[in-house]
């Protein structure tokens, strides 16, 4: 199926941007992010926006589907320390949005309870746990849906009812959370169904929210060994990952800051 975002890209010109490995990323903080998020929703243009971490970079080094995906987002968070240090270096001012942080910061936002927040992703456990939350937070006028997809593969595409159910719920977001590259090719390949709505790729943000998982104290954030707290957290499921993104980021580092 071909991408919209790689025949029409969705960046916003607005916002100043640089490049890791050939991703570009948007030179925001939490704030600014948060801003841009509810300018982009006032538009009504649709589009899509993702949280990108190291994982997501190389990932994007042999998969240059994944790559132009992330190109085409309307914004990209710098989602990770190793992508915060890389826009230091290049002297951008930049600092990092976490998918979890900014899911969270706008669920706290009074202008949240103003929308439609639809779930998509994650265990019936933690994501139900989501939605009860923000209920609280949001009220239930706020709350359009949800709904957990089966483990399956990354370019699967979603059964047309429950595409048809949740255009039928008027989202006016829709946080999907999911693993990267699942997330960034269900919003490629789904966006155009939803074309005055913005969908965020938030990852394991679900978790986090719900209160399913910790994440690691700030001060292992800053330093930049969230991966390993978590690794420690679940290390089947994690270690064949990070064993190609360590090692994967460390020569993408290397290479941006012998180029800058």
């Known amino acids: ?21 050939g991703v570009q990323i948007s030179a925001v903080n939490c704030q600014q992010a948060i801003d841009e998020f509810f300018r982009f929703l006032s538009e009504g243009a649709g589009g899509f926006i993702t949280a990108t971490s190291a994982h997501g970079i190389v990932e994007s080094q042999s998969d240059m589907r994944l ?34 942080e900014f899911f969270d910061s706008v669920m706290h936002d009074l202008r949240a309870s103003r ?22 937070l949001l009220g239930q006028g706020a709350i359009a849906g949800w709904h957990c997809p089966p483990l399956r593969a990354a370019e699967v595409l979603e059964d047309d009812s429950i595409i048809a159910d949740i255009v039928a719920a008027r989202p006016d977001v829709i946080w999907i959370g999911l693993s990267t590259p699942k997330q960034e090719y269900w919003m490629a390949n789904h966006m155009t169904k939803f074309p005055r709505s913005i969908l ?18 700030r001060t292992i954030q800053r330093f930049g060994f969230e991966w390993l707290f978590r690794l420690i957290q679940e290390p089947r499921r994690l270690w064949p990952r990070y064993r190609r993104v360590v090692p994967g980021m460390l020569k993408i580092l290397i290479v941006e800051a012998i180029r800058r």
């Open 1 to 21: 199926m071909a991408d919209p975002q790689c025949s029409s890209k969705q960046t916003n010109r607005q916002l100043l941007s640089y490049t890791v490995g």
């Open 115 to 136: 929308i439609r927040h639809y779930f998509y992703g994650g265990q019936p456990e933690s994501t139900s746990r989501v939605v009860a939350r923000a209920t609280e």
């Open 67 to 100: 790559r132009c995906i992330i190109n085409g987002a309307r914004m990209t968070l710098p989602d990770g320390m190793p992508i915060l240090w890389i826009g230091r270096l290049k002297s951008v001012p930049v600092n990092r949005v976490s998918g979890t």
């Open 200 to 217: 965020v790729g938030i990852g394991a943000a679900f978790d986090f929210f719900a209160g399913v998982q910790s994440r690691a104290p």
